[in-house]
Structure formats: structure tokens, C-alpha cells
């Protein structure tokens, strides 16, 4: 595998897309510190932002990266190497260079201006947890795309999709949902709903240490109320499974792929 | 030794190979030989596991290919169209294979000095011409010395000189006992290098045998004549019966034994 990883490091290194991307999040951090009252403010801000840029950019980076490793994919899987290797490659390349940027980019403005408080440290580093568990879920469904599509452009069609259904319109027909039927009892429902969507588990994920749960609406106190202090644990759950099932789909696509 | 058991592969709804059965000895040069879309490709990317067929099996000393990686060490493979991490220079290419497989490349100078790269090694991949970028792929797969070689048209491309020295090495191989495969549309190839011609169509085995046994039977001594009444037989085959089905099905179970002539469909 750390050949190919050196590979796809210095690919992606290459691409300038990453260092943009890490820019980009380090500009819009900085502009939320200068902007916002205070560190915690700042930190849900940055969730929004977190929420719709890393699906968004790992899906778009990770697609296209696939099909440019697809092209010399027949030169590399002609050696003495196992499919697997390559694809753990692939996966753990694109998402740790994603990770990095990204830790960059929402870390670096919280070192140089301070932690603050102790609450404002520990949700920073649940926030760049939840950032990192997108990439990873995100980079996972990239691949899954990218291997079982045979043209770049459909490919990249269907990973905006997938984003903008599990970033907008997902929580909008929860909302329609929610409102339609106000007169009945959902909760348990909404909040199953809602932590089927990675996103939306990355969002609570977060939220629920900023203690402001109340405020994420619905499923936020909903879920603060039912499982208290635990609550985490049961928003990292279905993040685990997001990265394990599309990446085993991934892997099994990328085995049974003719190159 | 190499051997093809009933391979069939399907592309959506393309049959592209049709339950082939070959076999390929050490010490012999097979050139494949077919009309565009013949299937040529795919058996090659079958023989390195590159396409995985949904029948049959490639063997490799009776192991089957697909099983094992390792076995890949074995074999150098040259694609049709030869596509590398753009980035990187040829030299750089070769450190990754050879890490890769875990192995020095043993005929490094020896072969970037018949094909004369040596003056290339260092420029990145992108920024060399389509002639070049054939050598280069040559060259990465002969470097490793593996006992097998699979070459999808590797001179095409190439200027004279460095396709008759390429050509000069397969001779060599071959001498040295080592299985040669490769697939040609070049008739000078077949003339100069095959001991034996594989002629494909429709993903079955039309002929098998040396170009002498070509010529005797097709009446014609140039080979290219040769080769299109081959292609001529299979068309007429194919009108006579229009389920297609029916000749090749026959053409698979009897794929122009050596004995028979070419009029046997």
C-alpha cells in the first residue's frame, strides 16, 4: 500500500486542489473569528460551513481523482500487487490529504487568536472530529462513485447530487416533515431519520457538545433528551457505519472492476 | 506455461470471448491476430488480471492467475495505449514498480540502451512523445526479466530502429525460453517474429498454427491476403448461418484444428 499512497500523495500534492480547499476553509474561518462574538459562535458557524463544504469537495476531489488514477490504474495493477493495496491506496491518500487541509484550514485561526475557554477548545476539536469523519465517509462514497462509473462527467453529476440531497434537501423533508405533522408525536422517528444522514449525525455530533442542542431544533434536544450525556455515542455510530459500508462497496467494486 | 481454460467474457451485452481455450508453451512467440474488436485486447488483460472473465480461468504452471499477485512477478505486460502517473519521470516509474514488486530491475541499463532512452529517463512522462511513452512501456516491462511477456502491439508507434531492435529482443526471449505474447496488426511482425499465429474473431479461435500452415491452406501466399480470406471465410460462415451463434459456437469447440483446411466451416 505506501506505494501507491506515496503515489496518490504527490498526485493530490500536484493537483493544487487541496492547498485551494484548505485556503478557502482558513479564509472563511478567519472571517467567522473576525465576524463573531466569541469562540463558541465561531465554532457553529464554522459547523455550518463544515457541513456543506466537505461533502461537497470531497465528493467532487475524490471522483475526479479516481478517474485520473484510473488511467494508469492497468500500469500499476500489472505488478505483483493486490487490487486491495491499491484501492487502501487510494482511500486512505485522498482522505488523509483532505483531513490535513481541512485541519488546517478550521484548526490553524483557533492557534494563532487562542482556545479560549476549556468548553471552546473541546468543541473545536469535536468540530475538526466531525470534519474528519465526513472526509472520511465522503471520500468512501467518492470512490464508490468513481469506481463503478465508467465516465467522469455522469460520475461527477451524481456526487453533486448525493450532496446536495444529504446537505439541503435531506433536512428539507425533515422539516416539511416535521411541520406537516406537528400534531403528531415524532420525535423518535425525526431523530432515527436524521442520524440515518451522515451529515446531520456530524451536525449533532457537534452541537451537542456546544451544549446549545436546544437551539439545533428538533432532533437536537430531542436526542440531548433521550440519551443525555450519551448522546455522542449514538451520533458516532451511524458515521462508523457511513465510512465502513460505502468503502466495503467500494472495495468490492474496485475488486470485480475490469481495468 | 500459460494456459487459457473455456475464457468467456461479456461486456454488458457484447460477448467478447467465447469459452477460449489455448495454450501457450515457453520458448514459443504467439502473435494474436484479428479485426478491430476481435477480442484480442481483452485475452491479453485476461492473461495479467486486469479483466476478470465470468468464465474460465487463466493458469500460470496450473495456479490460476487471478488467485495469487504474486504470481504477476512472472509476467511483463505492455498496454495498447501506454498511460502513466503523468507526473513522474521514467525513472521514477521504475522505482514504483520496483517497489512494487519488491524487486530490483535486473535488465535496467542493458534494456534503456537498446531502446534508447537513456537520454528520456529523467524527462516526466508527460512531456514525452507517443513513440516514446511505447518505449517506455517496453522498457518497464522487460527491465523485471519475467519469463513471460504479454505485449499489446508493442512496436506500434515505434520508429523502425527501435522496432527492430524490440523486436531483436522478443527473438532473444524467445531463444532464452520464455513465453511470448503478444497482439499485432502488423503483418511484418507475423512474417519476422511468430512461430505461431492466433487468429481471433468474434472472440473465438479461427485459426491456430504457423503462418506456413496459413498460407497452404488459404491458397494465398502473402499473409495480409492470407489473413482477410480468414476474415472473408468468417463472413460467409456467418451469412450462411444467420443465427451467429450457431458457427461460432462451433468455431470454439473446433477453432481450426491444424490438420483441417480452411474451407472446414
Known amino acids: ?259 | 506455461m500459460v494456459e487459457v481454460v473455456g475464457l468467456s467474457k461479456r461486456f454488458g451485452r457484447r460477448q467478447v470471448l467465447r469459452e477460449l481455450t489455448l495454450c501457450f508453451p515457453p520458448g514459443r512467440l504467439t502473435v494474436l491476430v484479428g479485426p478491430n474488436g476481435a477480442g484480442k485486447t481483452t485475452l491479453l488483460k485476461c492473461l495479467v488480471d486486469l479483466v476478470r472473465p465470468q468464465q474460465g480461468s487463466v493458469l500460470l504452471d496450473g495456479l490460476a492467475v487471478g488467485s495469487d499477485p504474486r504470481l504477476r512477478r512472472r509476467i511483463g505486460y505492455v498496454s495498447q495505449l501506454p498511460r502513466f502517473p503523468e507526473q513522474l519521470s521514467a525513472a521514477q516509474v521504475i522505482e514504483l514498480l520496483a517497489a512494487l514488486r519488491a524487486s530490483a530491475p535486473v535488465r535496467r541499463d542493458e534494456v534503456l540502451d537498446t531502446l534508447g532512452l537513456e537520454s528520456e529517463i529523467h524527462r516526466p512522462l508527460s512531456q514525452l512523445s507517443g513513440g516514446t511513452r511505447k518505449k517506455v512501456s517496453a522498457a518497464l516491462a522487460l527491465i523485471f526479466d519475467p519469463e513471460i511477456l504479454v505485449m499489446d502491439e508493442p512496436t506500434a508507434g515505434l520508429d523502425p530502429r527501435s522496432a527492430l531492435r524490440l523486436k531483436d529482443w522478443l527473438r532473444a526471449e524467445r531463444g532464452h525460453g520464455k513465453t511470448v505474447i503478444l497482439a499485432s496488426h502488423l503483418v511484418s511482425e507475423l512474417e519476422e517474429l511468430s512461430d505461431r499465429i492466433v487468429f481471433l474473431m468474434d472472440g473465438a479461435v479461427w485459426f491456430d498454427g504457423a503462418a506456413a500452415e496459413l498460407r497452404a491452406r488459404s491458397g494465398e501466399q502473402n499473409l495480409e491476403r492470407a489473413l482477410a480470406r480468414l476474415v472473408e471465410e468468417r463472413i460467409a460462415a456467418a451469412l450462411a448461418e444467420p443465427s451467429t451463434t450457431a458457427p461460432i459456437a462451433a468455431a470454439k469447440t473446433a477453432p481450426w484444428p491444424r490438420s483441417a483446411g480452411m474451407a472446414g466451416r
Open chain 1, 1 to 259: 500500500m505506501i506505494p501507491m499512497l506515496q503515489l496518490v500523495l504527490r498526485d493530490l500534492w500536484r493537483s493544487r486542489w487541496p492547498a485551494a480547499y484548505g485556503l478557502f476553509l482558513l479564509a472563511t474561518s478567519e472571517a467567522l473569528f473576525a465576524f463573531g462574538e466569541n469562540r463558541a459562535q465561531a465554532v457553529a458557524s464554522l459547523l455550518t460551513v463544515t457541513v456543506l463544504v466537505v461533502p461537497t469537495m470531497t465528493l467532487a476531489l475524490g471522483v475526479s481523482q479516481c478517474f485520473d488514477w484510473r488511467y494508469c490504474a492497468e500500469l500499476l495493477l500489472a505488478q505483483p500487487v493486490r487490487r486491495g493495496a491499491i484501492f487502501a491506496g487510494q482511500y486512505v491518500g485522498l482522505t488523509l490529504v483532505l483531513s490535513l487541509s481541512f485541519v488546517f484550514g478550521v484548526g490553524l485561526p483557533f492557534l494563532w487568536m487562542g482556545l479560549g475557554s476549556r468548553a471552546a477548545a473541546q468543541a473545536l476539536a469535536v468540530l475538526l472530529a466531525a470534519g474528519i469523519l465526513l472526509t472520511l465517509v465522503f471520500g468512501a462514497l467518492a470512490l464508490l462513485l468513481g469506481t463503478a462509473s465508467e465516465q467522469r462527467l455522469p460520475a461527477l453529476g451524481r456526487a453533486f447530487s448525493l450532496a446536495l440531497f444529504l446537505c439541503v434537501v435531506y433536512d428539507g423533508i425533515l422539516l416539511a416533515a416535521a411541520t406537516g405533522l406537528a400534531d403528531y408525536r415524532l420525535e423518535k422517528p425525526l431523530l432515527a431519520l436524521a442520524l440515518l444522514n451522515p451529515v446531520d449525525a456530524a451536525r449533532l455530533l457537534v452541537l451537542l457538545k456546544l451544549d446549545v442542542a436546544a437551539l439545533t431544533g428538533y432532533t437536537g434536544a430531542v436526542m440531548q433528551q433521550f440519551f443525555g450525556a450519551g448522546a455522542q455515542s449514538v451520533a458516532l455510530l451511524p458515521l462508523a457505519l457511513w465510512v465502513a459500508v460505502p468503502a466495503a462497496l467500494a472495495y468490492r467494486a474496485y475488486q470485480r472492476r475490469d481495468f
